[in-house]
Nanobody
Framework: QVQLVESGGGLVQPGGSLRLSCTAS????????MAWYRQAPGNQREWVAT??????????NYADSVKGRFTISRDNAENTVYLQMNSLKPEDTAVYYC?????????WGQGTQVTVSS
């Protein structure tokens, strides 16, 4: 059983920044990749960013809506993946979920709320 624990959400003004963390219960090298998704009220869950974790290269990919504003990164020693969110907009308001893909299975965290409002 894989456990993923997210933290770092909160209330921030438009234009502000937040950093989300996702800590796994096992080495992130055992996952093919990890990702962040988000779900706003009344909307389907949408993909935000992915980072490869099985390789040392750790290549990344982003949704167009966050490209240039969000950065996904990892700390292998801490079994943690981060999402640095800058220039936040009200439309970024959502519950953010961490995802880890391993052996054909998607594993999810409990989510952390991000609210962007003045």
């Amino acid at each position: 059983q894989v456990q993923l624990v997210e933290s770092g959400g909160g209330l921030v003004q438009p234009g502000g920044s937040l950093r989300l963390s996702c800590t796994a219960s096992r080495s992130i090298f055992t996952f093919a990749h990890m990702a962040w998704y988000r779900q706003a009220p009344g909307n389907q869950r949408e993909w935000v960013a992915t980072i490869l974790t099985m390789t040392s290269a750790g290549s990344t990919n982003y949704a167009d809506s966050v490209k240039g504003r969000f950065t996904i990164s990892r700390d292998n020693a801490e079994n943690t993946v981060y999402l640095q969110m800058n220039s936040l907009k009200p439309e970024d308001t959502a519950v953010y979920y961490c995802n880890a893909y391993r052996l054909g299975a998607n594993n999810w965290g409990q989510g952390t709320q991000v609210t962007v409002s003045s």
